[in-house]
């Protein structure tokens, strides 16, 4: 509640209408607020999406073409957090960048003392996102590797023995199995991995032919595909006419797409 002042028993009594022109404090804007009223009197530096670097001592320039919208407090709250965001650092340290007055004029370089600092910044930024990056990261190790560790053991399945030992070993308990002597498991396993397919049976003397004069075709088709000539000319390098060669090449086509 706010304080009332004292007032003397001699002061006469304040009629209800004696307050009615007192002077009442109205609420600062907010952030947001404030942005919406640059944007709308000085769209070319506040506008939407415009991130340029200020003109030094931006304020006064401010109070000077629209003054009574903005509170010195109002103003310095905006301004102190639009300069030291993100992209406005990027913008100090872009290439070429030079500040700019309230209707998107250059009016000055950018110190190298500024550019400096607002490089700076950034870098720390960056090594922040990173370490958090990181964190997120090893973390997110360390959780997988207490979720393995905290996850119970597989039930053991019926007729698996676990321990040293094999079935078949000497003191395991199974009975132990036959086993054939050394050279006649390595051949035993490797007639295993053999094949079963029947032994191929030799070419007759016409299987022979057209296995060749395919293989032919499928040569005389990719050297055609890789050369530039045309057919005519293809055709008169091979010593073939171009209908000799089209049916081969067709032929060919065929029994590559058969394959």
């Known amino acids: 509640m706010p304080d009332i002042p004292e007032i003397p028993e001699t002061a006469p009594g304040a009629t209800p209408d004696a307050t009615l022109g007192a002077p009442t404090s109205r609420p600062e804007?907010?952030?947001a607020d404030t942005?919406?009223?640059?944007?709308?009197?000085?769209?070319?530096?506040?506008?939407?999406?415009?991130?340029?670097?200020?003109?030094?001592?931006?304020?006064?320039d401010i109070h000077q073409r629209a003054p009574g919208v903005f509170t010195k407090k109002a103003l310095s709250i905006f301004l102190q957090r639009h300069t030291t965001g993100t992209a406005y650092l990027r913008?100090?340290?872009?290439?070429?960048?030079?500040?700019?007055?309230?209707?998107?004029?250059?009016?000055?370089?950018?110190?190298?003392?500024h550019r400096d600092a607002?490089?700076?910044e950034l870098e720390r930024r960056r090594a922040i996102v990173e370490a958090k990056k990181h964190a997120g990261r090893e973390a997110a190790r360390a959780s997988r590797h207490d979720a393995r560790a905290l996850r119970p053991p597989r039930p053991p399945q019926p007729g698996v023995q676990r321990?040293?030992?094999?079935?078949?070993?000497?003191?395991?308990?199974?009975?132990?199995?036959?086993?054939k002597p050394l050279p006649d498991r390595k051949l035993a396993r490797a007639h295993e991995q053999e094949p079963a397919h029947a032994p191929a049976l030799p070419?007759?003397?016409?299987?022979a032919a057209e296995a060749?004069?395919?293989?032919?075709?499928?040569?005389l088709l990719r050297s055609f595909e890789q050369s530039p000539l045309s057919n005519a000319n293809f055709a008169a390098l091979k010593g073939l006419s171009e209908g000799t060669l089209d049916a081969l090449l067709t032929l060919a086509r065929q029994e590559r797409g058969s394959r």
Do not use: N, Y
Request: proline share 9%.
């Open 35 to 60: 942005a919406r009223l640059l944007a709308e009197h000085f769209p070319a530096l506040f506008g939407a999406g415009v991130i340029k670097p200020i003109k030094l001592r931006i304020q006064a």
């Open 203 to 207: 070419l007759t003397p016409e299987q």
């Open 118 to 120: 607002a490089g700076v």
């Open 29 to 31: 804007p907010s952030v």
């Open 163 to 179: 321990g040293p030992g094999r079935p078949g070993d000497a003191g395991s308990g199974a009975s132990p199995r036959s086993r």
């Open 212 to 219: 060749e004069a395919r293989q032919q075709r499928a040569l």
């Open 91 to 113: 913008a100090l340290v872009a290439a070429g960048a030079t500040r700019i007055d309230l209707d998107g004029q250059p009016v000055g370089e950018i110190t190298a003392e």
